[in-house]
């Protein structure tokens, strides 16, 4: 099974900040890796698909990159409404798993 | 619009069953992968199962292998997960969520249905 470490495991930051989320695989994944936003009482959200694609609807504040083991999430300015626990995960082998999760909390 | 909804959730003495729906709408049904996925209470996100949009493969998670199922009727628009042998460790919220068009990511979601697995 393919382990997704996310880090780091809390993310203080103020509004208008540049948020930066690692995953890092077990082993090379290529780009299969996506990205999910899920706040409080939520289901998740797809952000970001094959490492680097906004899913439809997703703002161009988020970005993704990375391709193998290590891989980048970046919120180029955090809006109020970006506060939640973002996870990856990876499609390249069965079973699929995600990250442990990230969140990103106000400062 | 794309709607899921998860149906069958409850509180259920371990070593017993329970079986949970997903009913979709809003989309070609059988034209898509479905997933379940659980969390949980207060924990991450685990992925459990997929079937195949024709129901010919499916494909579970080590924790489960064995003792669920997942299953599909296309005619229904529905996916189940027949859940057996119930321990306290399968406690979560079971979200299903559908692939999207390449199967690159879950791009829709459920509500999610709440299982409690208690004596």
């Known amino acids: 099974e393919i382990v997704l470490t996310q880090s780091p495991a809390t993310l203080s930051l103020s509004p208008g900040e540049r948020a930066t989320l690692s995953c890092r695989a077990s082993?090379?994944?290529?780009?299969?890796l996506a990205w999910y936003q899920q706040k409080p009482g939520q289901a998740p959200r797809l952000l970001i698909y094959?490492?680097?694609n906004r899913a439809a609807g997703i703002p161009a504040r988020f970005s993704g990159s990375g391709s193998g083991t290590d891989f980048t999430l970046t919120i180029s300015g955090l809006e109020p409404e970006d506060f939640a626990v973002y996870y990856c995960?990876?499609?390249?082998?069965?079973?699929?798993?995600f990250g442990g999760g990230t969140e990103v909390e106000i400062k | 619009q794309v709607q899921l909804v998860e149906s069958g959730g409850g509180v259920v003495q371990p070593g017993r069953s329970l079986r949970l729906s997903c009913a979709a709408s809003?989309?070609?049904?059988?034209?898509?992968?479905i997933h379940w996925v659980r969390q949980a209470p207060g924990k991450g996100l685990e992925w459990v199962a997929v079937?195949?949009?024709?129901?010919?493969?499916?494909y579970y998670a080590d924790s489960v292998k064995g003792r669920f199922t997942i299953s599909r009727d296309n005619s229904k628009s529905t996916v189940y997960l027949q859940m057996n042998s119930l321990r306290s460790e399968d406690t979560a919220v079971y979200y299903c969520?559908?692939?999207?068009?390449?199967?690159?990511?879950?791009?829709?979601w459920g509500q999610g249905t709440l299982v409690s697995v208690s004596s």
């Open positions: 969520a559908k692939d999207d068009s390449g199967g690159r990511g879950f791009d829709s």
């Open positions: 809003g989309f070609t049904f059988s034209n898509y992968g």
């Open positions: 079937i195949s949009y024709d129901g010919k493969n499916k």
């Open positions: 082993q090379s994944v290529s780009s299969y």
């Open positions: 094959d490492a680097s």
């Open positions: 995960q990876q499609r390249s082998n069965w079973p699929l798993t």
